[in-house]
């Protein structure tokens, strides 16, 4: 069976930073390109970064390009989301999610539970 | 970056009749290397995470009930709920994988009349 458990979130000011895990389990890790996607409290999805499966290439929206890192650690089979410099409107849940495969040209066929990331003084 | 456009906002319909939602995509998101178009439906509860519906614009995940299908290409597609179950109250979102940034629609709220 396919998991996806974040961790990490929690309160934070404006400035601060904040690391975000994702353990996968159920599927081979490595295969698979991963994605972090975020909902603000009442509004709809936005997508956040994407990573390859090797790691090497990433992709962030210019919302968060120069503050967000994404990375990964196949060996420990899981997700990360370095966040800098937050802002209030970074006050999200942040949802983990797996590509239907192991191309950026795919679906998102299994999130997580979210983990919620509040920025607020 | 290409927009996604969901018509209606909100829609209610009676049990066991159809439902249909739109998505307009501001460019094309049909796939040169197989000719399929980046384009996946979600839905959504509430306090649940999304859930994948159907992905390349029709073709229907595994385990989800065949009233759900997709159809379209180019810039416009539709989700359509054959007949609806009050199960299928929910929030919908049509989302493009063709480039980055990856965008979603804004969300159509489904509910029973």
């Known amino acids: 069976e396919v998991q996806l458990l974040e961790s990490g979130g929690g309160l934070v000011q404006p400035g601060e930073s904040l690391r975000l895990s994702c353990a996968a389990s159920g599927f081979t890790f490595s295969s698979y390109v991963m994605r972090w996607v975020r909902q603000a409290p009442g509004k709809g999805l936005e997508w956040v970064s994407s990573?390859?499966?090797?790691?090497?290439?990433?992709y962030y929206p210019d919302s968060v390009k120069g503050r967000f890192t994404i990375s990964r650690d196949n060996s420990k089979n899981t997700l990360y989301l370095q966040m800098s410099s937050l802002r209030a409107d970074d006050t999200a849940v942040y949802y983990c999610?797996?590509?239907?495969?192991?191309?950026?040209?795919?679906?998102?066929?299994?999130w997580g539970q979210g983990t919620l990331v509040t920025v607020s003084s | 970056d290409i927009v996604m456009t969901q018509s209606p906002d909100s829609l209610a319909v009676s049990l066991g009749e159809r439902a249909t939602i739109n998505c307009k995509s501001s460019?094309?998101?049909?796939?040169?290397?197989?000719?399929?178009?980046?384009l996946a439906w979600y839905q959504q509860k509430p306090g649940q995470p999304p859930k994948l519906l159907i992905y390349w614009a029709s073709t229907r995940e595994s385990g989800v009930p065949d009233r759900f299908s997709g159809s379209g290409s180019g810039t416009d597609f539709t989700l359509t709920i054959s007949s609806l179950q009050a199960e299928d109250v929910a929030v919908y979102y049509c989302?493009?994988?063709?480039?980055?940034?990856?965008?979603f629609g804004q969300g159509t709220k489904l509910e029973i009349k």
């Open positions: 460019q094309s998101v049909l796939y040169s290397s197989n000719n399929k178009n980046c």
């Open positions: 989302h493009q994988y063709y480039n980055s940034p990856s965008t």
């Open positions: 999610a797996k590509g239907r495969s192991g191309s950026y040209y795919s679906g998102l066929d299994y």
């Open positions: 990573i390859s499966t090797s790691g090497s290439t990433t």
